[in-house]
């Protein structure tokens, strides 16, 4: 940047000396060496200029990689728990808007800052050795406009870009809502309502980027008026000295076209202001998130990771949310939970909503700290281990399983990247999707849509329950494997997991009790604790089951 700039002013001065002396009829040798340097400084200028395009968008990108990752890492281990009340529209706005204008502040201030700074110290000190009053002039105006110009488009801005963050961060949630949220929205005539809602963040998001526009237009006049001043006070300088044979006459031309070009290395500068206020705002923004202290912090490990097959041990698990209401009546969500998990060995988890079958899962999934009790993993204490040493032996199907909008292999990869097509075709046919992916013209490079909306919900939770199964865990948990499928879909998904997962341990959370038979072990989760099924009353309401307390009362299978 430094070399395409300085060959800008010295092509100026260069070509300025060219004519001026040509204008005298010297002998062509004397204009030789001039005419090779105004080539070569202007071709020195694009080439330059090309160069350092490619070296700024290049550190850019790297810049915002590795922003993305360290922020992607730093919200792990706040994830489900830790990220429960954020939206994923301001998430996406953080991790788009907000690392897009922090990585502005490399590209678009500190190198513009920094090459206006040696280019422009440069220039001062050439016209210093031909006029030394121009040259503080230059300065005079340089200052101005790479200084001066940036506080004032700052102060001009107020409080603009900070709320321009908030706006954008609005308007991101907005439109995250009416896009995932469209289905309903038009079943329940809520369109033109969440259309509304758009319409009007873009408008705030408008008016507060016309008021940070403002500052920005402010100073580019107040630039114009610098660039100016330089060049008047060159002329006014200038032409006493000539007349005075202070200075050639030639020269000149050298000492006014180095003022007309120099303020050009300041043109960007205008811009700095905002752009560091809007990368402050964003980055403070960045930090509260990924500053977020983490539910779980591992400590210093001692312990190596168990081999699988793993053995899990819960006894006396109370869990609670550090910062939130502890549950009903202001109890721990978990009391006393007590869980064994072995090889081959099949159990279900009973309750509804608002037992604590997230917490558990949570708990177990290291992502929430227990309060008290002990969790083992092969009488290893899971608090000895790190938390993704925990994750890397008890795999997870979640309750709404995410698909990318691309191809089945891509994100059955997600669960093994190194599985070859024979092994994903082998595992989709053990979850029960064989013939279905025999009947796709396009096989494993089918595109499922996005978030699969091109399968249908069972096919959708098989490809999921295959994803994991491919990650070899030798200990899975599902969390409500059969939400939003009839009874006849939920039974043969369930049949064809328990064969799929082979000598496994392997925990299925649900409300539904359908699959009794299948279990090695049922277990009630109410009210925080876990019970065997004798002693509490499910009671079916549609696709629903309400457990309820009772004295001696068995488990009833709902009918019809």
């Known amino acids: 940047m430094c070399g395409a700039s300085a060959c800008a002013v010295s092509l100026a001065a260069t070509s300025g000396w060219l004519i001026a002396r040509a204008a005298q009829h010297p002998p062509v040798l004397t204009l030789m060496v001039a005419a090779v340097l105004v080539r070569t400084f202007g071709i020195g200028r694009g080439v330059l200029r090309y160069g350092e395009r490619l070296a700024a968008h290049d550190a850019a990108l790297r810049v915002v990689s590795a922003l993305r990752q360290r922020i992607f890492q730093a919200l792990i281990p706040l994830a489900p728990v830790g990220l429960s009340d954020a939206h994923s529209g301001d998430l996406l706005s953080q991790m788009a808007a907000e690392v897009d204008a922090v990585q502005d502040l490399y590209v678009r201030a500190l190198l513009p800052a920094a090459g206006a700074f040696l280019v422009g110290l440069a220039a001062v000190v050439c016209t210093a050795a031909l006029l030394p009053a121009a040259a503080l002039t230059l300065a005079l105006a340089l200052v101005l406009g790479g200084i001066g110009v940036p506080v004032a488009v700052v102060c001009a801005e107020g409080r603009a870009s900070r709320k321009a963050v908030q706006a954008r961060g609005a308007l991101a949630v907005a439109v995250v809502d009416l896009l995932e949220g469209s289905d309903e929205l038009l079943v329940f005539n809520a369109s033109e309502a969440a259309l509304e809602r758009v319409d009007s963040a873009d408008r705030v998001l408008a008016r507060v980027e016309r008021r940070a526009a403002f500052g920005l237009s402010a100073g580019t006049a107040l630039l114009t008026l610098a660039a100016g001043f330089a060049l008047w006070s060159a002329l006014r300088i200038g032409i006493p000295a000539v007349r005075s044979g202070a200075l050639a006459g030639v020269m000149l031309a ?17 811009r700095v202001g905002q752009v560091v206020r809007r990368a402050r705002a964003a980055a403070q923004k960045l930090l509260v998130l990924t500053g977020s202290p983490a539910l779980i912090v591992d400590q210093l490990i001692t312990q190596e990771v168990p081999q699988s097959p793993a053995r899990i041990r819960l006894r006396g698990i109370t869990a609670s949310y550090p910062g939130r209401d502890a549950g009903r009546n202001g109890r721990p969500v978990l009391r006393g939970a007590d869980l064994d998990l072995s090889a081959g060995r099949r159990v279900v988890v009973v309750g509804d909503s608002g037992a604590g079958k997230s917490t558990l899962i949570a708990v177990l999934l290291r992502f929430l700290e227990f309060d008290s009790g002990s969790f083992t993993i092969d009488a290893v204490s899971v608090r000895d281990l790190r938390g993704d040493d925990v994750r890397r032996l008890i795999g997870c ?16 990869l997600i669960g093994n990247p190194d599985a070859t097509d024979a092994a994903l075709s082998e595992v989709l046919r053990r979850v029960g999707l064989g013939d279905w992916l025999d009947g796709l013209p396009q096989g494993l490079n089918t595109v499922v849509g996005p978030r699969g909306t091109q399968v249908s919900g069972g096919q959708l939770r098989r490809i999921a329950v295959a994803q994991v199964l491919l990650g070899e865990f030798p200990v899975v948990l599902f969390d409500e494997p059969t939400e939003g499928l009839d009874k006849a879909a939920a039974q043969a998904l369930i049949s064809d997991v328990l064969v799929a997962t082979g000598d496994r341990a392997v925990l299925i959370v649900t409300h539904r009790i359908d699959w009794f038979e299948e279990a090695d072990e049922v277990l009630i989760l109410h009210a925080g604790r876990l019970r065997p099924m004798h002693g509490l009353t499910a009671q079916p309401v549609g696709t629903r089951t309400l457990v309820s307390m009772t004295s001696g009362a068995e488990l009833h299978r709902p009918t019809g």
């Open 254 to 270: 050298v000492v006014v076209l180095i003022a007309w070009a120099a303020p050009e290395v300041v043109a960007d500068l205008p």
């Open 397 to 412: 199907c979640q309750q709404q399983p995410h698909l990318f909008d691309s191809t089945i292999r891509a994100n059955l």
